[in-house]
């Protein structure tokens, strides 16, 4: 791509814009003939090219590391992740015609063209009239299809290829079996015919459906095609520009889609392909034209560079973006035939005069390519330009855009210049550079050239871009294109050549073989790498050898963007003595000063996995076998193979933790890096499950015959089933997420890779559809399902069972989880959980005799689930971390399974029990029998409502007695406490009384919250003091159920007898009180009574308030038996209101009338003393100070202050007089004086 290669004609005789060649899948050449294919040799070649004899063009020389690509057979060379790795081979039938004799001998004319379909997996090469589809992960998809006669347009044109893979639901969630369906559309360059198969890998056989660029041109009337002419959308004719790119898409039916064709003269044309036939529409576009000034982008404004999809094709549309010379146009189709295609938006670079900036001293600028990512908000564009100094020479840059839902893009960040000084090249090469993004390194692109090379770009940590250049060399043929391989968070990149296959670059080849980009005058400095010799006396043997390449691969891992950067020199030398001294331990049985030299080492200074211990171990376990048993070996032989390699790996884990205990590391070890510690030993752990598994696996297999659909290259019965499948799963997602392991088989992948076991539970959780798929029998979705919850028993049974024989080596287990807690394996159990249930309810109506196995199953299960989420919760509250959101989550599914054994047990119990006197007996002895281990798991996991429905359902009070006393829970949690809950909200009052016979205390804690029935278990345990105080307080809550003022005033007397009844120092003052509230509660009866107030408790004050105010005597009146029960506070406290309560009561008569009418009548002394006697004022001053046995009104309020507070009433200067004898008369009839005094009262009021 960026070499000087053969002389290029300077920029100022660049040719006129001629029609260009550039595609979405752009092929070699037309005149390049391929070479034959030669196999590779076993060593890998010298990484410069050697010039062919026959090539047609001299080879340039690199400016950029080289890849040195090589298939070896012992996979050593691959093995740590410094070489590219070998995916798969090209179909047999390509290779066949590539070995032919004839195939050299072909004409000039034919052309090999090749692409592959970006995120699943699928290549392409168009050979002839033969099209060659694969998938470069499942060998069991590939196809050879004919291309149909055409009539005059001859096989030598290039044609624009697009698959249109089609996922069903459980296709989405897994890429292990690839898509149930791949459509292609094929489409020429030049005569714009189109070639349709609907089903390639099903209907392969079937001819292909062909629409040929005839009549369908004339949708468009004259009027129209004139317009567009004056406009320059397009040139006349539809034979005169060449397509420039297609892209194809699902509607959601498997059998079409709809293709975008554009076409240099910027012509877009919609197909509708399905099986019946092929429609064509030609899309109507306005071109767009640029502002005056902005030369720097080419003159054709309505010219098409590159086609791309920016969303995924979910629902009835689906929008796509148009490359333009000077613009980036957005597009929504409509997914339905001949649906409608409609602009969305249009952004001109030319108006953005941030990207203006950019090309800043730039002559001419080419827009060569446009990429989006799988979000559709980030967009990746390629751009050429030329600069206007003195010197000539093309610039490089990246352009990258954010873009949300239905708006134009935005400048995200300045270009990144990929080679600020490259060879200037003719428009024909650069216009054929295409663009791929997604790839590991996270952020790095692949720039595919017409000279097949492939040069990765990535931005290093100092802002520095890197470039690593893939070549096929040896002449071994061109890159056709690249990809992404399908990952679950981003995969390596994947190239394909012309003759040695498909390749994966591993990120750490692009970290390790990075360069800066080369200035011109550097274009001649090749760059080199030592080959590597297969003499395998070469390479160190024994367990040193194994210890580097599995720590290479983990250096790889799951994150290869920072396996080779982020690890220190002193943690490799560290490793590296570690491996030494146990080599030294494994052949003396001593470890002499081994402490202290990796002391020295810096041994000790990490921790957690990524320890030298920890990762020492990791090697151990994860080593790959040199030689394996796959292909033509059969499955008995590969079985034998794991088998014994997992059984060395345990007996090597085991002598490299005797090295440590005799070294003395396994003290440091547990004492200060407990992580480390426990890594290693969950290695152990996982071995021995992966030993018990494949145990179990073997022994299946003799019990079950081989199934006839299994692979054809395995002999042995192990080779199918639920556990097959999900071993098939986990290896792909390690081979996915590691490249370097792609040329391994996936079986192998999985034995090998002990330390992964946590993604066997992950993998159940992800792809369950595909394991237990629905449109089996029941029997059969039921059978793999136990046999996935077997596998995962038998895994964490034995895991545990190692745990708990090695417990003298772990160390204290204070805030670290296990790795059978932790949420992968959570996630699977509790699929495997759901799905068991879900067939139960099914295996009820269809297959009764497997519920039982089911339930056995969900039980087990279960138990592995809830331990799972107690370490889990454990370890997050020793470690002070936020655990309420994963608590809530287990006691949910804990509530939930442990119901649903709940009533399968009592259901059987009940169809069991059979009929008769007896029945009800049996049933119990069932229940209690299948209750005995549900209540055992209830108890360890505190299932409070389980466990109370389950000794309600047995009757059993005397159990669920005991299980209440049990300390089961936090205190504010207990099982007592549920049950009394449960008691109070079913309104099972009585029973909740009487727990408070056995469960005095927790009862009266309990029923602090409920008052309403404090007081009866208070005077139950004969706390009269106590039940007074809790009456009196609840007489007057707010917070306690509805009470209307008479309730209320009978809780009053209840609290004043339980006061007597207690007898405690005080009850005197006590009773006092509440007589005094009784006496208040009964006024707010009688203003209830006459609708003033409601039945709410109100404050003395506003009883008052709302006694004056209603305007009613009676009210008035009761106004004052408020002020006398309230005591003396409330009087010093209130006495405005107590001033405005007297002159109230004097408003209540009229004395100024009395006095006219006294006059006018002569009213007798009687008379006038009735009279008296029935006014209010009269009335209020026998109550506040005649009765003064009922308060103690007369020494709190003077006499005195009342009649100066009388003498404030507007009738006092006439009528005053009356006022007072009334005052004074119900002062002193009231009281209790001597015999006679009343008497000569009465006559000095008659002479007043």
């Known amino acids: 791509m960026f070499t000087p290669g053969r002389a290029r004609k300077p920029a100022s005789r660049v040719k006129e814009r001629e029609s260009y060649g550039g595609g979405e899948v752009a092929a070699t050449p037309k005149s390049v003939v391929p070479l034959p294919y030669v196999a590779p040799s076993r060593a890998l070649p010298s990484p410069w090219p050697s010039p062919a004899p026959n090539a047609a063009r001299p080879s340039p020389a690199p400016t950029v590391p080289r890849a040195s690509v090589v298939r070896n057979s012992d996979k050593a060379a691959t093995a740590d992740g410094n070489h590219p790795v070998f995916v798969c081979d090209l179909p047999q039938q390509l290779l066949s015609s590539h070995g032919d004799a004839t195939f050299a001998t072909q004409p000039e004319g034919a052309v090999l063209q090749g692409g592959m379909d970006q995120g699943s997996g699928l290549s392409w090469i168009l050979q002839g009239n033969q099209l060659y589809v694969w998938n470069n992960l499942r060998s069991s998809q590939r196809c050879v299809l004919d291309m149909p006669p055409l009539g005059t347009i001859s096989t030598e044109e290039k044609w624009f290829v697009s698959l249109v893979p089609h996922w069903t639901d459980e296709n989405l969630e897994v890429q292990y079996k690839g898509c149930s369906a791949v459509s292609v559309v094929m489409c020429s360059s030049k005569s714009l015919a189109l070639v349709y198969w609907s089903d390639a890998f099903s209907n392969g056989d079937k001819p292909a459906i062909t629409s040929m660029d005839s009549e369908d041109t004339s949708m468009l009337d004259d009027g129209s095609r004139s317009s567009r002419r004056a406009s320059g959308g397009w040139t006349e004719g539809s034979g005169t520009s060449e397509v420039t790119s297609i892209q194809a898409s699902a509607t959601g039916s498997q059998t079409t889609c709809v293709a975008i064709v554009s076409r240099a003269d910027g012509e877009l044309w919609r197909f509708d392909c399905c099986a019946d036939g092929v429609s064509r529409e030609r899309i109507s576009r306005d071109a767009t034209s640029s502002e005056v000034g902005y030369s720097i982008f080419l003159s054709e404004t309505c010219s098409v560079r590159r086609i791309v999809w920016r969303s995924p094709p979910r629902g009835a549309s689906r929008e796509f973006l148009l490359l333009t010379s000077q613009s980036i146009e957005c597009w929504e189709v409509e997914l339905t035939l001949r649906g409608n295609v409609s602009k969305s938006w249009v952004y001109e670079l030319s108006n953005d005069k941030d990207v203006m900036s950019d090309f800043s001293g730039q002559k001419q600028v080419w827009l060569l390519d446009l990429q989006v990512d799988e979000e559709g908000e980030q967009l990746v564009m390629l751009t050429a330009s030329f600069s206007s100094g003195s010197t000539t020479y093309m610039q490089y840059l990246l352009h990258y855009f954010s873009c949300s839902s239905k708006r134009e893009p935005k400048r995200k960040a300045p270009p990144q210049i990929i080679l600020p000084k490259a060879q200037v090249e003719e428009e024909s090469f650069f216009y054929s550079m295409r663009l791929r993004i997604g790839g590991q390194p996270a952020g790095s692109v692949v720039i595919l050239a017409e000279d097949g090379t492939a040069t990765v770009a990535h931005v290093g940590r100092s802002g520095a871009v890197h470039l690593y250049k893939f070549e096929i060399v040896g002449g071994d043929g061109k890159v056709l294109d690249a990809s992404v391989v399908p990952a679950d968070d981003g995969g390596a990149w994947i190239v394909l050549t012309e003759q040695a296959g498909v390749w994966a670059i591993p990120a750490k080849v ?121 292909g033509g070996g059969s499955g008995l032989a590969m079985v034998a193979t794991v088998s014994s390699q997992l059984a060395e790996k345990q007996r090597r884990h085991q002598q490299y933790l005797n090295f440590l205990a005799v070294s003395k590391c396994h003290v440091e070890l547990q004492n200060n890096l407990r992580a480390a510690l426990n890594e290693i030993l969950e290695h152990g752990e996982k071995l021995a499950s992966m030993v018990a598994l494949r145990e179990l696996n073997n022994s299946r297999a003799q019990l079950k015959p081989a199934s006839p659909t299994m692979l054809s290259q395995f002999n042995g019965g192990d080779m199918s089933g639920a556990i097959w499948d999900l071993v098939q799963l986990v290896g792909d997602k390690a081979r996915r997420n590691n490249v370097v392991l792609m040329d391994r088989d996936k079986m192998e992948v999985f034995y090998t890779r002990v330390s992964g076991l946590e993604d066997f539970f992950w993998c159940i959780q992800q792809h369950a559809a595909f394991l237990v798929q629905r449109d089996q029998a029941v029997r059969v979705q039921i059978e793999r399902a136990c046999e996935l919850a077997n596998a995962c028993r038998t895994i964490l049974q034995v895991a545990i069972s190692y745990r708990d024989t090695q417990q003298a080596w772990y160390p204290s287990p204070e805030g670290i989880t296990p790795w059978h807690c932790k949420q992968n394996v959570r996630s699977g159990l509790w699929k495997i959980a759901t799905m068991l249930l879900e067939l139960k309810v099914e295996g009820d109506m269809s297959e009764p005799t497997l519920t039982a196995e089911v339930m056995r199953q969900v039980e087990e299960i279960a138990d592995f689930l809830l331990e799972g989420y107690a370490g889990a919760i454990t370890a997050k509250v020793e470690r002070e971390e936020e655990y309420r959101g994963l608590q809530m989550e287990y006691w949910t599914r804990r509530d939930l399974l442990l119901t649903a054994l709940q009533q399968h047990a009592f259901q059987v119990a009940t169809q069991n029990a059979g009929r008769g006197e007896n029945a009800e007996q049996q049933r119990l002895s069932i229940l209690q029998k299948l209750y005995a281990p549900l ?125 007597l009844a207690g007898g405690a120092v005080g009850a005197e003052e006590e009773v006092s009180r509440l007589e005094a509230d009784m006496d208040i509660l009964a006024v707010q009866e009688v203003a209830t009574k006459l609708g003033v107030l409601g039945e709410d408790v109100v404050q003395p004050v506003q009883l008052v308030e709302a006694c004056l105010n209603s305007g009613s005597r009676e009210l008035t009146l009761c106004a004052f038996r408020v ?44 008379h006038t003393m009735q009279v008296i006697q029935d006014s209010l004022l009269y009335q209020a001053s026998r109550h506040c100070y005649g009765e003064s046995h009922l308060s103690n009104f007369a020494r709190d309020v003077s006499t005195e202050s009342v009649e100066k507070v009388i003498a404030k009433h507007p009738s006092y200067s006439e009528a005053g007089q009356a006022m007072v004898t009334a005052f004074r008369l119900g002062f002193y009839f009231g009281s209790d004086l001597p015999d006679g005094s009343q008497d000569g009262d009465s006559e000095q009021m008659v002479e007043i």
């Open 510 to 630: 692009v970290l390790a073989g990075r360069v800066e980009p080369s200035e011109r005058n550097l274009a001649n400095h090749e760059i080199s790498y030592p080959s590597i010799n297969d003499d395998r006396s070469q390479h160190v043997s024994g367990e040193a050898l194994a210890l580097q390449r599995s720590s290479s691969e983990a250096a790889v891992g799951d994150n290869p963007d920072h396996g080779m950067i982020s690890r220190p020199s002193q943690d490799e030398e560290a490793e590296a003595i570690v491996g030494r001294l146990f080599q030294q331990f494994l052949s003396s049985g001593q470890a002499n000063e081994a402490f202290e030299k990796l002391l020295r080492a810096g041994a000790f200074e990490r921790d957690g996995d990524k320890n030298v211990f920890a990762r020492s171990s990791r090697a151990l376990v994860d080593t790959f076998a040199k030689h394996w048993a796959s």
């Open 935 to 1059: 209540i055992a798991l209830a108890r360890r996991h505190a299932a409070f409502p389980s466990l109370l429905q389950m000794c309600t359902d047995l009757d059993d009070q005397k159990r669920l007695r005991t299980l209440m006393k049990e300390s089961m829970g936090l205190k504010e949690g207990r099982f007592s406490r549920f049950v009394f809950d449960q008691c109070y909200q079913q309104g099972q009052y009585a029973r909740l009384l009487r727990f408070g016979e056995e469960f005095g205390e927790e009862v009266s804690a309990y029923l602090e919250q409920h008052p309403l029935l404090l007081w009866l278990h208070e005077l139950f345990l004969c706390r009269f003091t106590r039940a007074s105080g809790t009456l009196h307080t609840l007489a007057f809550s707010q917070k306690s159920a509805p009470l209307n003022i008479s309730h209320r005033r009978r809780l009053l007397q209840l609290a004043k007898l339980s006061a």
């Open 1123 to 1166: 002020f006398t029960s309230a005591g003396s506070k409330f009087c010093s406290g209130n006495y405005s209101l107590l001033e405005q309560a007297w002159l109230r009561a004097v408003d209540q008569d009229d004395w100024l009338g009395m006095k006219r009418t006294s006059e006018e009548e002569g009213w007798t002394e009687d």
